[in-house]
Structures are given as structure tokens and as C-alpha cells.
């Protein structure tokens, strides 16, 4: 039988219920950088309740229950717990009220407003925290979360959600640190391409199924990036890796990606400063969550091409080891990204990561890389640098926004645009693929926007149109192309996007 029981929140408090259910010893429990992770989550948050739900069948833990605990000489429980963290008080009796109520909406409705999320308890020591969905920190101060979306829990019939991205600790035992992140990444990908979720352990067996000489499948100690695609390929998604060493690749990238919604997953190594030599403890994968947009206007090394995401000054990433929505900050040199883990003193500010590729999970038809269409728009900007430099127009100073969005949301936000009627027209009768490249020119307050095709050849015609926001600033680069040798421009596409002008 199903049982709560509720108790106020307090850091104290939770590392009680964990160290109870898990039966972690507390001296194993003070190791856990999730709990200062917690502490400090919880406080902005402002939680005020914990209802504790009892038991609780988590899909996940069974399937890792069923290929490897079940089979231990201990016996350990197939059953999980399930913690739920609310902004408001309240005490057994009141959750009881609302339970035996004959009108309990407006209860229900005032409980889902502070309902904060929930983590699942594992029956397991050190590494119980299960499949965990919590509240994001406020979308202020250039914040984006791009992968959240409702998760629907059903407590004893009281109907709540919360906006989020689902995260769970790494069970060294069925699943390595790739297999949870690739697990967080599905999370997202299923929604946007509705594919099946596989757990963690089945996200480990069919990354190793191909590779007879690789380590044991369970315990699992990691997965190669070869590994990592083929976990990937598995659910139907096409892998796509992206050499990740330089910062300004990483922020345009994560940008490109992040806006339609498509998760990315960063691998490193871990460095830690040990009297200012770096040690390397070992490597690392996160999905990336999310990224703060706050930066000053910034442009790429050696060159004067102004791109929106170089503004990126955090990213934030479901660490399994740390915690959901992670904060990783872009350190001065242009290489490094700051992490929340401790050191050996338990000091932060001294692990940092090193960042070496990004693997993107794409729909199949999803062709054209970003790596192309950034390749297009550095050369239009190049050459809108030589002319500005001869007639001084100020387009010198256009800054690009590039990224990838579905052509159902790009002809929402023209729906409800101020284009004129016959230019909207023409754009939303216009068929498109499923998913656009889209490149927009910010100068001041005007814009101007090229799209891109997804699903050709690269060598193939992607230029799809433009989308005319400012006339004064269309009006200044079509007098370009008016005037300008079109024989002379070897790049094809650069070559469509002028003649497109002329005609």
C-alpha cells in the first residue's frame, strides 16, 4: 500500500530521508557533491515542503534492477521513493483535507503553483539519486532552458507538473557517465522526434553490442565516442560530432542547436590546479541544458564577424555527478569552462574541464551542418567588411544570429509579425522543409533574415529566400548586389544569395 508522509524542508532534513532510504552510511553521504549542489538549488528555489511518497516503481531502476541487482548474492528492494518539494507549508492533515475533499480544485490548483519537482530515492547505496525533474532557475538575466516541458505526475489522483529537463545520477554499475548523459539527451530528443526512451542500461547494451572487445557491459566503466553514435543511431537519430576546443565554436554551436531544441553532449577532461600545474583526473560527459546569454558583443578570433552566441558567458549542463542544470562558465583563456566540482580540499574553482567535442543527436533529414551555413554568412560578412571599409555604409557593424529552427515556428513568429500583409503572404503560403537554417543580420534596431535549406547537398542550392524586417537595410545590401561582379564570387552559395537579390 501506497503511504506519504510530509516533513518541512530543510538541508538536514533531506540528507535524513536520503542517508534512511538508500541506506547510505552518513559518512559516504558528507562525499556527495550533489547535496551542497542541493542546498544551494533548494535556497533559490525557496522550498518549503518535502512529501515523501512510498513505495514508488521507477521504470528505470527496474530495468537495471532486473540486468544486475536482482542477480547480487544481497538482496536489494525493486522498489524506489519518490520526494516532492513544494514553495509552500503545509502538514499531513492538510494534504489529507485536500485527499478526502468533495471540491478539490482550487486546493490541487494552488498546490501545482508551488509544486517544485521531485527526485527518486534508489534502494541503493552512494549513487541513489534516480530520475529527478526540478524547477529551473528563473528565465531572467539572459537565462535559457530550451528542453524544458511538462512532466506530469499523478500523486494519489492530485494531477501536477513541472517544466523541466529529467536528470539522474550515473550508476557506475549498469551505466557509465556517457550512458546518463545520452539517457538526458533522449529526454529532449523524444519529445522533439518521438522516439522511444531507452533506460540506462539499455542505452549501455546497445552502445557495446557491435564492439565484441570492448570492456564487460555491467559494471561499465565507459563509452567511446564510436560507442556513444552507436547508442545514438539505435533510436533512430543520426550522430554528428563537432571538434569542441575552441569557445567560440562551442557557444555557436550549443546557440545553433539549443534554439530548436536539440540537446547537445559535451565530453572533456577533468583538470585540477595543483599548484599551478594542471593534473588531469580523467574524462567527463554532460548534456548541455541550457546557456546564459550575457556577455558583451564579442567578435570571433582574428576576424571582424560579429556572431549573437559569442554573448554566451555560461552553459549550463546536467552533470550526473553534480547536479541538474549546472552552472559551467567560459574562463578568459577561451578554452577552459569552469565546473561545480570540488577538489580534494573540498574547495570549488579548481576542477576545471577541457573541453574536446560536441555530439549532436539529429533527426535523419536534418543534412546541411551548422558548420556550412556558418562557413556562407563569414564570407557575406567578409565581404560586407571590404565594401564598408570603401563607403563607409556601417554594415560593418551587423551582427549575425544563426540557428536552426522548425518552419512551422518560423511562420508562427511571422504570422504574428508587423511584415507587410503581401510579404507574409508569401512567406507562409512558401513550402519548406520540416526544419530551416535560419541567419539573421541585427544592425541597431533593423534586421534583415536569409533562410537555409536543411535536407540538400551541401554543394546543392540551400538558399531558400530572404525575409525583408527592415526595408532600409535590405535596400543597402541589394544596392551591393546591384553593383556588384557576381563572376567574381566563387562560393555558389554566396553567388544565390546575390543573384536572388538582382532578380
Given at each position: 500500500m501506497a503511504e506519504f508522509h510530509i516533513v518541512d524542508y530543510s538541508i538536514s532534513n533531506l540528507k535524513a530521508l536520503f542517508q534512511k532510504y538508500s541506506k547510505t552510511p552518513a559518512q559516504n553521504l558528507s562525499t556527495k557533491i550533489h547535496l551542497t549542489y542541493f542546498e544551494e538549488y533548494f535556497k533559490v528555489l525557496d522550498a518549503k515542503t518535502i512529501l515523501v511518497e512510498?513505495?514508488?516503481?521507477?521504470?528505470?531502476?527496474?530495468?537495471?534492477?532486473?540486468?544486475?541487482?536482482?542477480k547480487c548474492f544481497k538482496e536489494y528492494d525493486r522498489f524506489c521513493i519518490r520526494l516532492h518539494f513544494f514553495s509552500i507549508p503545509f502538514t499531513d492533515d492538510d494534504f489529507k483535507k485536500l485527499l478526502t475533499?468533495?471540491?478539490?480544485?482550487?486546493?490541487?490548483?494552488?498546490?501545482?503553483?508551488?509544486?517544485?519537482?521531485?527526485?527518486?530515492?534508489?534502494?541503493?547505496?552512494?549513487?541513489?539519486?534516480?530520475r529527478t525533474c526540478l524547477k529551473t532557475y528563473p528565465l531572467s538575466g539572459g537565462r535559457d532552458y530550451p528542453f524544458r516541458h511538462e512532466y506530469h505526475v499523478n500523486l494519489f489522483g492530485v494531477k501536477l507538473f513541472v517544466k523541466s529537463l529529467a536528470y539522474q545520477e550515473q550508476d557506475s554499475i549498469v551505466a557509465a557517465c556517457a550512458s546518463t548523459a545520452i539517457w538526458t539527451a533522449f529526454q529532449a530528443t523524444a519529445y522533439l522526434f518521438q522516439h522511444s526512451v531507452p533506460t540506462p542500461v539499455e542505452i549501455t547494451k546497445a552502445a557495446v553490442k557491435y564492439f565484441p572487445l570492448s570492456n564487460r557491459h555491467f559494471p561499465n566503466k565507459g563509452l567511446s565516442e564510436e560507442q556513444m553514435a552507436q547508442a545514438i543511431r539505435d533510436v533512430g537519430l543520426e550522430p554528428y560530432l563537432i571538434s569542441a576546443s575552441e569557445a567560440h565554436i562551442i557557444k555557436a554551436s550549443v546557440y545553433a542547436y539549443q534554439k530548436a531544441g536539440i540537446p547537445l553532449i559535451?565530453?572533456?577532461?577533468?583538470?585540477?590546479?595543483?599548484?599551478?600545474?594542471?593534473?588531469?583526473?580523467?574524462?567527463?560527459?554532460?548534456?548541455?541544458?541550457?546557456?546564459?546569454?550575457?556577455?558583451?558583443?564579442?567578435?570571433?578570433?582574428?576576424?571582424?564577424?560579429?556572431?549573437?552566441?559569442?554573448?554566451?558567458?555560461?552553459?549550463?549542463?546536467?552533470?550526473?555527478?553534480v547536479g541538474p542544470f549546472a552552472r559551467m562558465e567560459f574562463l578568459p583563456d577561451g578554452t577552459k569552462l569552469s565546473t561545480s566540482w570540488?577538489?580534494?580540499?573540498?574547495?570549488?574553482?579548481?576542477?576545471?574541464?577541457?573541453?574536446?567535442?560536441?555530439?549532436?543527436?539529429?533527426?535523419?533529414?536534418?543534412?546541411?551542418?551548422?558548420?556550412?551555413?556558418?562557413?556562407?554568412?563569414?564570407?557575406?560578412?567578409?565581404?560586407?567588411?571590404?565594401?564598408?571599409?570603401?563607403?563607409?555604409?556601417?554594415?560593418?557593424?551587423?551582427?549575425?544570429?544563426?540557428?536552426?529552427?522548425?518552419?512551422?515556428?518560423?511562420?508562427?513568429?511571422?504570422?504574428?509579425?508587423?511584415?507587410?500583409?503581401?510579404?507574409?503572404l508569401k512567406l507562409l503560403?512558401?513550402?519548406?522543409?520540416?526544419?530551416?537554417?535560419?541567419?539573421?543580420?541585427?544592425?541597431?534596431?533593423?534586421?534583415?533574415?536569409?533562410?537555409?535549406?536543411?535536407?540538400?547537398?551541401?554543394?546543392?542550392?540551400?538558399?531558400?529566400?530572404?525575409?525583408?524586417?527592415?526595408?532600409?537595410?535590405?535596400?543597402?545590401?541589394?544596392?551591393?548586389?546591384?553593383?556588384?561582379?557576381?563572376?567574381?564570387?566563387?562560393?555558389?552559395?554566396?553567388?544565390?544569395?546575390?543573384?536572388?537579390?538582382?532578380?
Open positions: 512510498a513505495p514508488y516503481v521507477d521504470h528505470d531502476y527496474l530495468e537495471d534492477f532486473s540486468a544486475y541487482y536482482v475533499s468533495q471540491n478539490p480544485h482550487n486546493d490541487n490548483e494552488s498546490l501545482n503553483n508551488a509544486y517544485l519537482g521531485f527526485i527518486v530515492v534508489k534502494p541503493i547505496p552512494l549513487t541513489f539519486i534516480g559535451l565530453g572533456f577532461e577533468l583538470v585540477e590546479e595543483v599548484d599551478e600545474h594542471p593534473l588531469p583526473i580523467g574524462r567527463h560527459a554532460v548534456t548541455i541544458s541550457g546557456y546564459r546569454l550575457a556577455g558583451e558583443k564579442t567578435s570571433f578570433p582574428g576576424s571582424r564577424f560579429h556572431l549573437l552566441s559569442s554573448r554566451i558567458n555560461k552553459i549550463y549542463a546536467h552533470d550526473d555527478q570540488p577538489d580534494s580540499h573540498g574547495e570549488l574553482g579548481r576542477i576545471t574541464s577541457n573541453p574536446t567535442i560536441l555530439l549532436v543527436p539529429l533527426y535523419n533529414k536534418l543534412r546541411i551542418p551548422f558548420e556550412s551555413i556558418l562557413k556562407v554568412i563569414f564570407k557575406l560578412d567578409e565581404l560586407f567588411d571590404i565594401i564598408d571599409d570603401h563607403l563607409h555604409l556601417g554594415i560593418a557593424e551587423i551582427e549575425w544570429e544563426i540557428f536552426l529552427a522548425s518552419s512551422n515556428n518560423l511562420k508562427e513568429e511571422v504570422l504574428n509579425s508587423e511584415l507587410p500583409g503581401e510579404e507574409k503560403t512558401k513550402s519548406l522543409p520540416k526544419y530551416v537554417w535560419r541567419a539573421i543580420a541585427h544592425l541597431n534596431d533593423e534586421r534583415i533574415e536569409l533562410l537555409f535549406d536543411t535536407t540538400d547537398i551541401e554543394q546543392g542550392e540551400i538558399f531558400l529566400g530572404w525575409i525583408k524586417y527592415s526595408e532600409n537595410l535590405f535596400k543597402t545590401i541589394k544596392t551591393i548586389a546591384d553593383n556588384i561582379e557576381l563572376r567574381a564570387i566563387k562560393l555558389m552559395q554566396l553567388h544565390s544569395i546575390f543573384k536572388s537579390l538582382r532578380d
